[in-house]
C-alpha cells in the first residue's frame, strides 16, 4: 500500500475518533456504491453526517487539506449520500462536513485538526419535466423543479 493510502487511513481512523469524542455514533466507514464513496458516515441526535476526511503532510504543498475538496468531489459525495440516504429511508436532517487533518511528515503529529460542519451543501439541480393535463387533452405544460 502507498504511503498516501496508510496516511488518508490514519486520517479517517483519527477522524472517526474525534466524532466519537464529540458523541457521534459512526454508521459506516468507507461506504461506497460503484466507484462512489463516503469516508465516514456519522449520526448525531436525528442528523445524519456525510463526512469526507482529507489528510495531508505538511510537505503535500501550501493548500489545506480541506482546500482539496473540490466541487466534483462535493458533487460525488452527494450522489452517494443520495443512495445511501435512499437506501436507508433516511427521512431526518442531513449534513455534509469535513475533517481536515495537516500532519507533519517527519513526525507524523497533527499539526491541525479541524471538524468544518456544513461545509458544503448538495448542489441544486433544475430537472425539467412535461406534465400531461387531462383536461387539456392536446396540450402539455412545462414545469420546472428544483431538487436537491
Known amino acids: 500500500m502507498a504511503i498516501h493510502n496508510d496516511i488518508g487511513k490514519w486520517g479517517e ?16 466507514r468507507n ?4 466507484h462512489l464513496e463516503v469516508d465516514i458516515i456519522a449520526q448525531e441526535d436525528d442528523t445524519v453526517i456525510f463526512v469526507e476526511v482529507k489528510t495531508r503532510t505538511t510537505t503535500f504543498g501550501d493548500k489545506l487539506p480541506e ?6 468531489k462535493e458533487t460525488n459525495v452527494c450522489k452517494a449520500a443520495g443512495v445511501y440516504i435512499k437506501q436507508h429511508r433516511i427521512d431526518g436532517n442531513v449534513r455534509f462536513d469535513i475533517i481536515s487533518i495537516l500532519v507533519d511528515s517527519s513526525t507524523l503529529g497533527i499539526n491541525r485538526l479541524e471538524h468544518i460542519e456544513n461545509a458544503f451543501y448538495p448542489p441544486l439541480r433544475t430537472i425539467d419535466s ?7 387533452s392536446n396540450q402539455y405544460k412545462r414545469k420546472r423543479r428544483f431538487l436537491i
Open 130 to 136: 412535461y406534465s400531461y393535463s387531462h383536461s387539456y
Open 31 to 34: 461506504w461506497h456504491i460503484g
Open 67 to 72: 482546500e482539496y475538496v473540490d466541487k466534483e
Open 13 to 28: 481512523d483519527v477522524a472517526a475518533n474525534l466524532l466519537t469524542q464529540k458523541g457521534y455514533r459512526i454508521l459506516e
